[in-house]
C-alpha cells in the first residue's frame, strides 16, 4: 500500500500540534500564572493538543469545556486516596503482551502507545506501553494466541489510539485479524476522527470497508465528551465513515464542569443522533491518579440519565456504567 497525499496531510497535522504549555498559554490568551502548574503536571503526563482541537477553545476563556480536557493543572499532582496508576485493572488481564481479555467473546490489542491529544482524565495515562510488542515478530504470540482461542469473535484496537498506526502498518494487522476464521468483528476505539479529523480519509475507509468481504465488520467507536467538539470538520469524517458503511458509536466521560449538566448531555446526544452516531456509553470517571478532580458523584450522575430519558428518545440516552477491576463486563449504573 502506497503512502497517498491524505495520509501524509494527516500526518502533517500530527507534526504541528502544541506540546509545549507556553505556546498553549500563549495562543489561548490565557494567564501566565497557569504557566508553573501546567509544566510541573506536563512533566507527569505531557501536554499534547491537535491545532484543529485547539482551534475550537475559546482564546481566554478558564471555563471552556475543551480547554478543560487538556490543559494541566496542579490538581494533577494531589495524592487522593482511592485514586490509582492502574484504575481499571488493566495489568491483571495481559496474560500475553499486546493482549488484554477483560470480556468473554472479545480481545482488545494494545497496538499503539500513542495519542493525538492527551486528555488529562486519560485512564491510561500511567500504562506500561513500552512493555507491549512493537515488530512484527513480537506480535506472532498474540496472532497464535488468537488463533487458538474459537471464543473470541471480536477484536478491539486500543492503545494508546490505533490510528495512529500509519495505513500501511494498519492495513497488515487488519489482514491478520481478517484471517481468523472465528473473529467477525473488529472495533476501533479512536478519539482522531474527533480531535484530527483529517485522519479520516478514502484510503483509510477503502482498507476497513474492505475487511468486510472478508467476513469481518469494522466498527469505529469515537469519543466526544462534548458539543463543542463536534466541529464541521468532524461532521464530515462522520458521514465519511458512515457512508462507507462503517457504523460509528460514541463514548463520553462524565466530567466535573463539562459535561455535568443535562442540557450538555442533551445537546451532544442531539448533535450525535443527527449525524447517525449511536451514543452508546456514559462512563463513570475511571479512578485513576492525576484525575480525582474531573469526577461526578454517581447519584448526579444517575439522576442526569433519568433526565434524559425523559427528554430524549431511548436511542439516543447513552448508558450509564463504570468499569470496576476484575468484572468480565461494564457495570450499569442505574441500579
Known amino acids: 500500500m502506497a503512502t497517498s497525499l491524505s495520509e501524509t496531510t494527516w500526518q502533517k ?11 498553549l498559554i ?6 501566565q500564572d497557569l504557566l508553573e502548574p501546567a509544566r510541573r503536571s506536563a512533566h507527569l503526563f505531557p501536554l499534547m493538543v491537535p491545532v484543529s482541537y485547539l482551534n475550537r477553545i475559546e482564546p481566554g476563556s478558564l471555563d471552556d469545556p475543551l480547554l478543560k480536557q487538556i490543559l494541566p493543572v496542579e490538581l494533577e499532582n494531589a495524592d487522593i486516596p482511592g485514586f490509582e496508576t492502574d484504575a481499571v485493572g488493566d495489568l491483571n488481564v495481559r496474560a500475553t503482551p499486546g493482549i488484554l481479555q477483560k470480556y468473554h467473546g472479545r480481545a482488545l490489542l494494545m497496538v499503539s502507545g500513542a495519542c493525538a491529544i492527551h486528555c488529562r482524565y486519560c485512564f491510561r495515562r500511567h500504562y ?19 488463533q487458538a482461542d474459537s471464543t473470541v469473535q471480536e477484536i478491539i484496537l486500543s492503545g494508546g489510539d490505533p490510528l495512529l498506526l500509519t495505513d500501511l502498518r494498519l492495513n497488515d494487522l487488519c489482514e491478520r485479524i481478517a484471517a481468523i476464521p472465528h473473529v467477525k468483528r473488529l472495533r476501533i476505539h479512536s478519539r482522531l476522527p474527533v480531535v484530527l479529523p483529517d485522519r479520516i480519509h478514502a484510503g483509510l475507509l477503502e482498507m476497513l470497508h474492505g475487511l468486510t468481504e472478508q467476513g469481518t465488520m469494522p466498527w469505529m467507536v469515537i469519543h466526544i465528551n462534548h458539543p463543542n467538539e463536534i466541529a464541521p470538520d468532524v461532521e464530515l469524517a462522520i458521514k465519511q465513515m458512515l457512508q462507507a458503511g462503517i457504523p460509528v458509536l460514541n463514548q463520553s ?17 442531539e448533535k450525535l443522533v443527527n449525524l447517525g452516531v449511536i451514543p452508546y456509553y456514559l462512563h463513570q470517571l475511571d479512578r485513576v491518579t492525576g484525575a480525582a478532580h474531573f469526577e461526578v458523584p454517581q447519584a448526579q450522575g444517575r439522576k442526569l440519565i433519568e433526565e434524559l430519558r425523559t427528554r430524549l428518545p431511548g436511542y439516543a440516552v447513552p448508558q450509564y456504567v463504570r468499569e470496576i477491576p476484575g468484572e468480565p463486563h461494564k457495570t450499569s449504573l442505574l441500579g
Open 13 to 23: 497535522s500530527l507534526a504541528q500540534a502544541i506540546r509545549d504549555p507556553q505556546e
Open 26 to 31: 500563549s495562543r489561548l490568551n490565557l494567564p
Open 128 to 146: 506500561p506501553y513500552g512493555d507491549e510488542p512493537r515488530t512484527l515478530a513480537d506480535w506472532e504470540p498474540v496472532w497464535q494466541s488468537l
Open 253 to 269: 466521560v462524565l466530567l466535573k464542569g463539562i459535561n455535568d449538566t443535562a442540557e450538555t448531555l442533551i445537546e451532544l446526544s
